[in-house]
């Protein structure tokens, strides 16, 4: 082969999905056509029983490409995912390249496009990924923990009957504001220096459901809530049993520089720009998923990895830990 022709062949393998890579690395040292064993799946996921937790399990045979396995402790048979969302999931053999596009934020489309689904089903699949992700929060974290809320446009993207006349394409209905029922309320807590993310939508933004939301975040004498002035925090010291400190943004820009809610708004800037640009706009039923979804993403600096998706997905609490 010619050094050009070389060049050509090695840019082209940027674009590989993990399961194509792996097929073409055991293309080179002579695996394949050999005959298939467990499935990244498996080694992933290191099974356990669905019915008792036990992870003393025997290999028990294949069964539509994956393996299958007995469990010692009870007469359960099971699959790696058997049990989470992805277990009546067909072609299995496509999680790995599916996840991969979960960990890069992808927009269904593209999704669809790279794993070879149909735009509907790789919807289904998004949604069945980010199922076990959404209470995958942190517990009793020790450090300054920024609250702040922030508002989403109530959306029915995708929806086929409209509960309210449609908006004009890309504006604002005709004297729509920030009013009641019109925006949905997003809590979010940042802890400064420190991955960990809480997230929740709320049906309103009070005491009552701000402290239900944080309650198991927080642990008494770890956790510093950081927050400003809105009604609704007012009580957490007392609701939350933790040190409360508050802030009021002063007219003149000048913020106080312990106690603010920055990581937490700067957290709101980077999840609206990827909603509203990367994905256009989501349905607001769908919303904790997303919320899911992004904290997911940026759980770690370095990148998460397409086993971690995996693993988050079939029930694993790999962030907020
Ligand atoms: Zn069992």
Partial sequence: MKTAQFKALLASLEG????????LADSLTGKAG??????????????RCPDCQSSQVVRNGMHAGQQRYLCKACPRTFNAVSGSPLSRLRDKDRFEAYADCMR????????????GLSVDRAFRWRHRFLQSVVPHQPKGVAGMLEVDETYFRE????????TRPARYSGGRAKGAGRKAGDWVPVL????????????????????????????????????????????AFLRLQASLGVETKYFVASYHGHTN???????????????KTWIQRGLRGVATKYLPNY????RLMTWNKAGLTTYDVLRSASGQQVINT
Avoid: M
């Fill in 16 to 23: 590989l999905t993990p399961s194509q890579r792996r097929r």
């Fill in 34 to 47: 050999q005959a298939a064993g467990p499935t990244p799946l498996d080694a992933i996921l290191s099974p």
């Fill in 104 to 115: 890069q934020g992808l927009s269904v489309r593209d999704a669809a496009a790279k794993v």
């Fill in 155 to 162: 959306s029915q993207k995708g929806s086929r009957k409209l």
């Fill in 188 to 231: 979010v807590g940042r802890v400064r220096g420190q991955p960990y993310t809480v997230d929740k939508v709320l049906v309103k933004l009070n005491g009552v459901e701000v402290t239900a939301a944080l309650k198991d975040a927080v642990k008494p004498g770890e956790t510093i809530v950081c927050t400003d002035g809105h009604s």
């Fill in 257 to 271: 520089k312990t106690f603010h809610v920055q990581t937490a708004n700067n957290y709101h800037e980077q999840l």
């Fill in 291 to 294: 919320l899911a979804w992004h």
